[in-house]
């Protein structure tokens, strides 16, 4: 795992448990699972682990949940270092996620990148150096209809352009949450313009 960003011994911490509000939580997910299946719950438990740590898993949430789960600790590293919604180092504290798949690619996601990378200053895998921003470059995140878009924190923005990818930045620059989704107008993935034939299912 010598290639992946993981944060290093000096960030890591001895120990982690989940907080009392996180294990009310955690309860809730395990019970979703027959007995036998629990460990089906380690994709949700990093997902807290994450929230509750700052952003990012160390090394010892990652053998927490492992004993929680009742399963091997390379089997929950396997997960952790498969998904690009888990990270195992300190990032931005809003983590830019821009998707450069096909559908994004053929709309337009590279002009999406330039916008991000010339307003940030950073490329991807890097930080801003006042720690506001982090920029990943990632797989489809599933809204291939409303390409290019990208993923801030939990929300998805959509229908990007270069202006939009910028104004959706600034905002977060000025402490504000921009409104998530298509940003062309549009409401969720309907027809992006009316079809001259009649048929409404083009987009």
Avoid at 73 to 86: K, Q
Avoid at 178 to 184: F, S
Wanted: aromatic share 8%; hydrophobic share 40%; glycine share 8%.
């Amino acid at each position: 795992m010598s290639g992946l960003d993981i944060a290093g011994d000096d960030l890591q911490p001895k120990s982690f448990e989940f907080g009392p509000a996180e294990l009310e939580r955690v309860n809730v997910i395990i019970a979703k699972y027959p007995a036998a299946k629990k460990q089906s719950a380690v994709m949700p438990l990093l997902d807290l682990a994450q929230r509750q740590h700052g952003g990012w898993i160390p090394r010892a949430a990652i053998e927490y949940i492992a004993d929680m789960l009742e399963m091997p600790s390379i089997r929950v590293w396997e997960v952790a270092t498969f998904y690009t919604m888990y990270f195992l180092a300190p990032k931005g504290k809003h983590k830019v996620q821009v998707c450069t798949t096909t559908p994004c690619w053929l709309r337009g996601s590279d002009d999406v990148v330039a916008a991000c990378k010339s307003h940030l200053g950073i490329g991807f895998g890097q930080v801003t150096t006042d720690g506001l921003f982090s920029l990943h470059e990632v797989e489809c995140l599933g809204a291939c209809v409303n390409a290019p878009m990208i993923q801030i924190d939990d929300d998805f923005y959509e229908d990007l352009d270069a202006a939009s990818t910028a104004r959706i930045l600034d905002a977060f620059k000025a402490g504000e949450r921009p409104k998530p989704g298509p940003q062309n107008g549009r409401h969720g993935s309907e027809p992006a313009k009316a079809d001259p034939s009649g048929d409404d299912a083009q987009c």
